[in-house]
């Protein structure tokens, strides 16, 4: 029987730090008029993310009550995801963070150091007692506006600053304005660990693209790992199946997550699904006061698509070596309940399957079904095929195994 996952959180030190940054040293609740301005300023940024070619972004990275806005709502909500895709790395033998004692790290399109930070809170804070391993970070950040930038650089020495890091851990953090499009914007023969793209790539296209992509891949170290993030939107999930076809079709990179093989998506030609996860947590205060003003509904979780790329020769179902790797699923929904009957989307990088279990079927083989959550990686055997489902009968066995 599955355990309920842990939801992830932030650490009440980068919470504080981000209210600090943000000038809300006494909280929200006492003050009506800071929440309804900060709450329009989220609504304008989301606004802009639906029409980004409409934005002038410029001036809004300069807008004092949306860069407030962006630390206190969407750098929390972005950072989070990176906890479970470094868990997944680990957990398939690709990259563990843990196992570490040297990292570093680039993160383009970094804005205010999101991921970076990201990286610091799950090594640091997350309750590792693993940290104490890791014993120095080097991150570099690459945006081209200088104001994010000096936000991220304020950020990562605040949240680096004497006494907050675990003992014997240092961190150096480097940051160079440029745009990722530009041809040599790495200019350095340097390798890194872990590439990290949240947000941005998605929101790129043009000739320059394809060459932005192979200088990631030539500047991913030969054990590294490039993560690649985005909001969890039909549009940024397109997009994103755009690039990794790139990826797979003009490098040397191999897909690792969420795919379970790198064959042509199911999803290519869908118009009406979309791949993408649903995070839990535990959402930091301002998100939940934003929130309820808004009636936005980040506090019932976070959708998100992703992609991880690793250069060694990882054999995804290694894990899975004792089972037969075509009984092996990634679930792709959340249990969609009916009368008498649940219903679930599976995955395996080839094909989706509708898997159904009525409810006078349900029983000891098959009882991890109503647990199944997206990200799943799940066992089914003995499903029969319909005209538009797979019919899981008493006998059937689903089984979540990570
Ligand atoms: C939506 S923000 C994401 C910030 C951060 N990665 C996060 O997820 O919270 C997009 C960032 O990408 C930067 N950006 C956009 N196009 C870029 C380009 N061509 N080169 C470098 N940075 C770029 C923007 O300045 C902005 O800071």
Redesign the pocket.
């Given at each position: 029987m599955k355990k309920k996952r842990k939801a992830v959180s932030l650490s009440p030190q980068l919470e504080q730090l981000l209210s600090s940054n943000a000038g809300l040293e006494d909280g929200l609740r006492t003050n009506k008029k800071l929440l309804q301005d900060l709450a329009g300023a989220v609504k304008a940024l989301s606004d802009a993310?639906v029409e980004p070619e409409k934005c002038d972004?410029k001036a809004l990275?300069k807008n004092t009550a949306a860069v407030n806005a962006?630390l206190l709502y969407?750098?929390p909500v972005?950072?989070v995801k990176l906890f479970p895709l470094l868990d997944e790395l680990a957990k398939g033998g690709a990259f563990d963070v843990a196992q570490r004692q040297h990292m570093s790290v680039l993160?383009?399109?970094?804005?205010?150091g999101?991921?970076m930070l990201g990286l610091l809170e799950y090594i640091c804070r997350a309750g590792r007692p693993e940290a104490s391993f890791v014993e120095s970070i080097s991150l570099t950040g690459?945006?081209?506006?200088k104001d994010?930038l000096a936000a991220a650089d304020r950020l990562i020495r605040q949240y680096c600053s004497p006494g907050c890091l675990p003992q014997g851990m240092t961190v150096t953090a480097s940051f160079r304005q440029?745009?990722?499009?530009s041809p040599d914007?790495l200019n350095s023969p340097e390798l890194f660990d872990i590439i990290i793209a949240?947000?941005?790539l998605a929101?790129?296209q043009g000739a320059a693209l394809p060459s932005c992509l192979s200088a990631l891949t030539e500047h991913l170290a030969p054990d590294g790992v490039l993560i690649i993030?985005d909001p969890g939107t039909r549009r940024a999930a397109q997009r994103l199946l755009e690039l990794r076809n790139m990826l797979l079709q003009h490098t040397e990179l191999r897909l690792f997550a969420p795919c379970l093989c790198a064959a042509a998506c199911p999803l290519q030609d869908d118009s009406g699904q979309w791949c993408h996860e649903k995070l839990f947590w535990q959402p930091t205060e301002a998100v939940r006061q934003i929130d309820g003003v808004l009636g936005f509904t980040k506090e019932k979780g976070i959708k998100y698509s992703f992609l991880s790329f690793v250069k060694k020769d990882v054999d995804r179902l290694s894990p899975y070596a004792d089972l037969a790797h075509e009984n092996i699923w990634r679930v792709g929904s959340y249990v969609i309940k009916n009368k008498g009957e649940d219903r679930l989307w599976v995955c395996n990088g080839r094909e989706r399957l509708l898997l159904r279990r009525l409810e006078r079927n349900s029983s000891e083989t098959n009882s991890d079904f109503e647990q199944a959550e997206r990200g799943d990686i799940v066992f089914v055997d003995g499903a029969v095929p319909r005209a538009v489902f797979h019919d899981l009968p008493k006998e059937a066995v689903f089984r979540i195994i990570h």
């Open positions: 993310y972004w990275y962006y969407y750098l972005n950072l993160d383009i399109g970094c804005g205010p999101t991921f690459i945006d081209r506006s994010n440029g745009s990722v499009l914007f949240g947000n941005v929101e790129l993030i």
